[in-house]
Each structure stands twice: as structure tokens, then as C-alpha cells.
């Protein structure tokens, strides 16, 4: 699958990461059909094991002292573990699993949605941006959150891609 088929798209209604919209704060979602069967456990481990995230972990280990494990990831998967790298888990239900950095400031979220007859996936993975309040009381995101949308949206993007692409070798692998 190309990456074009990743594609924005609207939060489903039951998002976790809705209520950042609802909060006056940025919100992005990005989806794709995976033509296989996967669980959530399956897409957030994952998405958290791929070489392209593996580099972000090194970095946060490195920049911010939170090291983590390939380990850890399938523990944050299977509901074993409520913290993971520089995130804990702000909300987690069996079909999603919303992240908060550790300033407060992000959200990562990551929701799988199985067809009717199990036999394809949606996924979806998106981020939210709590604005802060200025000394006037206005909420803003920054001008650093507007400098680096671009990249973000691509990088969200290449995290999905990632993700997929794991997730459908899984498959080639255990056929």
C-alpha cells in the first residue's frame, strides 16, 4: 500500500482524542484500511516497535532521560504497563489507547476499528495539542506549534506507514 493511501480524515465520533477539539486545541486523525485482520494490542505494539519509532525512543532517551523497550511497547499493548517512554496512558479502551506527554502538552492516540466480517482493518493514529492560556487569558498553541505542522503531519504519516508495513510482514511471516 502506498502511503497516499494513508489519508486526514474526520475523528470518529467516539475518539478519545475528541475531546482536545472540544478544548479549543488542534486534533489531527489519520487513517488507512489494513487488508488484514489486527487487534489493537497488534497495531500499538506495533507502532511502537518500528525502526522509524525506535529512533524517536532513542532520541527521548537521549534528549528527555525516558528509555524504552521493544518489551515495554508489547506490555503498553497488552495492558500491562501505563507509562512508556515519555508517555502515560490518559485513557485506554480495547479498541484505543490515548497517550499524554510527559509536559501535558501532546496526545498520541491510536485506534483500531475491525470490518464487519474481521476480515481488513481500519487504523487510525492521531495527535492533539493542548493550547496554554497567555497572561490575558487567551488560549494559544504557539508559534512552534504552527512552525512545525508541516513536518508533523508528515511525520504522522511515516509513523502510520511504519506501522502497517510491520504489521502486514507479521502476517507474510506467520503464513
Do not use: N
Not at 506495533?46 to 511497547?73: G, H, I, M
Not at 476480515?119 to 506549534?145: E, I, K, N, Q
Amino acid at each position: 500500500m502506498p502511503t497516499s493511501a494513508i489519508q486526514a480524515c474526520e475523528l470518529p465520533d467516539d475518539a478519545f482524542l475528541r475531546r482536545y477539539l472540544q478544548e479549543g486545541g488542534y486534533a489531527d486523525c489519520f487513517a488507512i484500511e489494513l487488508p488484514i485482520a489486527a487487534s489493537q494490542a497488534e497495531y500499538v505494539e506495533a507502532f511502537y516497535t518500528t525502526s522509524v519509532f525506535k529512533l524517536e525512543r532513542w532520541l527521548l532517551a537521549k534528549l528527555v532521560a525516558r528509555p524504552s523497550t521493544d518489551a515495554q511497547a508489547g506490555d503498553l499493548a497488552a495492558g500491562k504497563r501505563d507509562a512508556f517512554a515519555a508517555w502515560t496512558v490518559e485513557d485506554r479502551r480495547d479498541d484505543q489507547l490515548l497517550l499524554r506527554d510527559l509536559a501535558g502538552r501532546t496526545r498520541s492516540w491510536l485506534m483500531s476499528m475491525p470490518a464487519a466480517d474481521r476480515s481488513a482493518t481500519r487504523l487510525y493514529f492521531g495527535s492533539a495539542v493542548v493550547p496554554v492560556v497567555d497572561r490575558r487569558g487567551v488560549a494559544r498553541l504557539g508559534w512552534m506549534f504552527r512552525a512545525l505542522l508541516g513536518f508533523h503531519r508528515l511525520y504522522s504519516r511515516i509513523l502510520l506507514r511504519a506501522a502497517v508495513s510491520r504489521l502486514m510482514r507479521g502476517r507474510r511471516a506467520a503464513s
